[in-house]
């Protein structure tokens, strides 16, 4: 065996077989990694791989695929949508070289935007494993992603939310009682989003039409998503069903994705059946994907390659088809890939950063499990993190507890927190119809009006 | 300068949502008033207390002594339980490495195989008890799910040849493959803890798999999810641990190839009524 990279330390020379091999060991450590066999086998040789990796010059990445381009339709869409000429600043650059300049005064959101066609996703993982946590933030910070569709979604200081109503038997009234919640606490101008429990195509068209008759009814500049499989999305727009966001979960490797039953064409199939109906009003931004880390692995389609370059992968997909939202559900996969508070907040400040360098409109679900070592204060902290950094929306769920999914989310009252602590608003076409609704008392300090907004007030009749 | 004191008065300090009507439409934490805009600290402590529940659930051993003496306290039960062990020796191992769970240790496989050869007999079906994610669940609703299906298999087919109930500590769902394997059943009911939810920390989860082997894929189980008293009751899961069991056997198959025939009542209540209370009396 031969090892391409390699380096003397003190008596001890490490040494890495290939690119993939190094990614991985440079990883800050995380037990999905481990479950793989992939993480770094001591302290060391995790920091001399990041070394190693720092003055690796980024043009590595465009001759080495870490997964075949011949059997890899993610690879191949990396290596044929890359822009040289938007590469050619930082063609001569190292990994290193990279994260200065990411930090440096000389990038603000203009140079980044200018540059995001020429950095793929391994450069982008590769910076982002040799970044601190302030890196991370700091960088994500300077990036700029605005998407629309019937609001507008990234401006500066602002945070989106996405209103979750699930119900364990898609009860229309138990889903409606959430959703008025979400919409008194100024939640919602992300989507309104339902994770459905009966997963066909007349119970998401039932749905579908549910949202629509009440973003319609009380103009709410806003979008509705059922979270249901493509291939069902597809069917409901046959079906003449009123579909705002297409959604699907998405994957790095083209054997994740096959495991989800998709492939980019059937990705563009939906994108473009979704263009047809022509229904955003102020964009047409309208895929909605979601990720996170460890899905290649527990699809064993990873092909040795660690899970924070997989995910970034996924991110090479979801720009292909200009989403109005990402996110990374960071906690939900469980312990067995991120395994307590610490490794689930590195992922998330990763996988916001990893996305918004490469253009998307990255929100994040601060999620944990049971099973997981992390509570409500790993997810304060992470949202913190998140909402210093930018993040474009996060979810919003009545007290935390996602009654359907079995599992912890930020809340209505988190979303709050953050706009309040940070100065962070909602979407500016949601904020005009929350002013005007008499929601709040005052939007800019972010305090509530007492009582039900006046178009709801015959819910308290009978 | 002087600030004037006065007394707060705590009715003022939170504020209800005057929609608290809506609760009766969902178990979603609606309507739990706020304190500014933060969570008030009764909601707050109902939520950490759920969660100290859920986590207690995970961590929390099960219990052997009263699990074995009960399992063998049950009517013809003419063989004791036998305790076996994954190869995850410990919960931190058992949460991460979830391969490890999956397999029986060499030891218990060995134990299985000696037992089988030993007793000579011809099992219809093994019956596997793991603890997974929840001991609680597995403690407060094994031994009921079993008596109820035990029941149920009296009637039909009175010569079931049923195992000698197998625990396996640390175990996955696939550890009752070795046991499958081992005894050379021709099917195995794996029943499992669920990771448990915020208002379920006690959710029993039942695995139905055809001439399950190490190696045996999830898509050729049949799953009975959320099996206790306040989710699917253990009159209604044994029945249905009881028609796939027997189709099972008919079609000698299970997982994809076995379709539950069985009907949800909850199945589908948007056919009843399409509009919520938020479009009554309104026009687009």
């Known amino acids: ?462 | 300068m002087s600030h004037k004191f006065t007394k707060v008065d705590p009715a003022s300090i939170v504020s209800q949502n005057p929609w608290a009507k809506l609760k009766s439409f969902t178990d979603a934490r609606i309507a739990i008033g706020r304190a500014g805009t933060s969570i008030p600290t009764d909601e707050l402590l109902k939520f950490q207390l759920a969660h100290a529940q859920a986590i207690d659930a995970v961590h929390n051993p099960l219990n052997l002594q009263t699990l074995t003496a009960e399992l063998n306290q049950l009517d013809d039960m003419d063989e004791p339980a036998l305790l076996m062990h994954s190869q995850a020796n410990d919960r931190i191992c058992y949460l991460q490495r979830p391969d490890l769970g999956r397999k029986l240790s060499e030891s218990s496989y060995q134990t299985l195989l000696e037992y089988r050869q030993a007793s000579n007999r011809q099992y219809d079906l093994a019956i596997v008890i793991c603890d997974g994610l929840s001991a609680s669940a597995i403690e407060a609703h094994a031994i009921p799910f079993i008596k109820a299906l035990k029941n149920k298999l009296k009637t039909n087919k009175a010569d079931w040849q049923i195992a000698p109930p197998v625990i396996v500590q640390q175990g996955r769902v696939a550890a009752g493959d070795d046991v499958c394997e081992s005894l050379k059943a021709k099917a195995v009911i794996v029943l499992i803890g669920e990771r448990p939810g915020l208002s379920s920390p006690d959710s029993l989860g039942v695995y139905i798999t055809w001439q399950a082997k190490r190696g045996t894929k999830d898509a050729s189980r049949n799953c009975i999810s959320n099996v206790r008293p306040a989710g699917l009751k253990y009159p209604d899961a044994s029945d249905k641990a009881f028609y796939l069991l027997n189709e099972a056997f008919r079609i000698k198959a299970s997982g994809v190839a076995l379709k539950d025939r069985t009907v949800d009542e909850e199945q589908d209540t948007l056919t009843h009524n399409n509009r919520s209370f938020l479009l009554e009396n309104k026009s687009l």
């Open chain 1, 1 to 462: 065996m031969t090892f391409k990279y390699k380096k003397q330390l003190g008596t001890r020379t490490y040494q890495f077989a290939n690119l993939a091999e190094l990614m991985a060991k440079a990883t800050p450590e995380r037990s999905g990694d481990k479950l793989a066999g992939l993480a770094a086998e001591s302290a060391e040789q995790r920091v001399v791989a990041q070394m190693i990796l720092a003055e690796l010059p980024l043009k590595t990445f465009l001759n080495e695929a870490i997964i075949p381009y011949e059997t890899d339709e993610v690879t191949r869409l990396i290596i044929d949508t890359h822009d040289k000429a938007a590469f050619a600043p930082i063609a001569h650059l190292t990994v290193g070289d990279f994260r200065n300049y990411l930090l440096s005064d000389q990038v603000d959101e203009f140079t980044l935007a200018a540059l995001r066609p020429g950095i793929t996703p391994e450069m982008a993982a590769a910076v982002s494993k040799i970044m601190r946590n302030q890196d991370l933030i700091l960088v994500a910070k300077k990036c700029r992603v605005v998407t629309q569709f019937r609001n507008t979604i990234g401006l500066q200081n602002r945070l989106s939310t996405r209103l979750q109503p699930n119900h364990p038997t898609d009860a229309v009234n138990g889903i409606a009682a959430s959703i008025l919640d979400g919409l008194m606490f100024g939640n919602g101008d992300a989507v309104i989003g339902i994770n459905p429990a009966t997963d066909n195509v007349s119970q998401c068209c039932k749905l579908l039409k549910l949202m629509d008759e009440l973003i319609q009814t009380y103009q709410i500049p806003t979008q509705s998503c059922v979270l249901t499989h493509v291939t069902n999305t597809i069917e409901a727009i046959e079906l003449g069903a009123p579909v705002d966001l297409i959604f699907q979960s998405i994957a790095g490797t083209q054997a994740a994705n096959d495991s989800f039953g998709i492939n980019l064409n059937i990705l563009k199939e939906a994108h473009e059946a979704g263009l047809s109906l022509n229904r955003g009003t102020v964009g047409n931004n309208l895929m909605y994907f979601e990720t996170g880390q460890g899905s290649a692995l527990s699809a064993d389609a990873h092909h040795g390659v660690d899970q924070q370059t997989c995910e970034t992968r996924a991110y090479a997909v979801a720009r292909q088809f200009d989403p109005l939202l990402v996110n990374t559900v960071v906690g939900f996969i469980g312990p067995e890939y991120l395994f307590d508070g610490k490794q689930i907040m590195r992922a998330g400040l990763e996988d916001h950063f990893c996305a918004k360098l490469l253009g998307l409109p990255m929100g994040c679900d601060i999620c944990y499990t049971n099973h997981a070592y992390a509570d409500q204060n790993d997810m304060d902290n992470l949202l913190t993190l998140l909402g210093v950094a930018g993040c474009s929306f996060i979810m919003g769920i009545p007290g935390s507890d996602d009654i359907m999914l079995n599992y912890q989310t930020t809340s209505f009252h988190d979303a709050l927190y953050a706009r309040k602590a940070m100065g962070l608003k909602p979407a500016p076409e949601f904020e005009n119809w929350l002013t005007e609704l008499e929601i709040f008392q005052d939007l800019d300090s972010v305090k509530l009006n007492d009582g039900l907004a006046k178009p709801f007030l015959h819910i308290l009749e009978h």
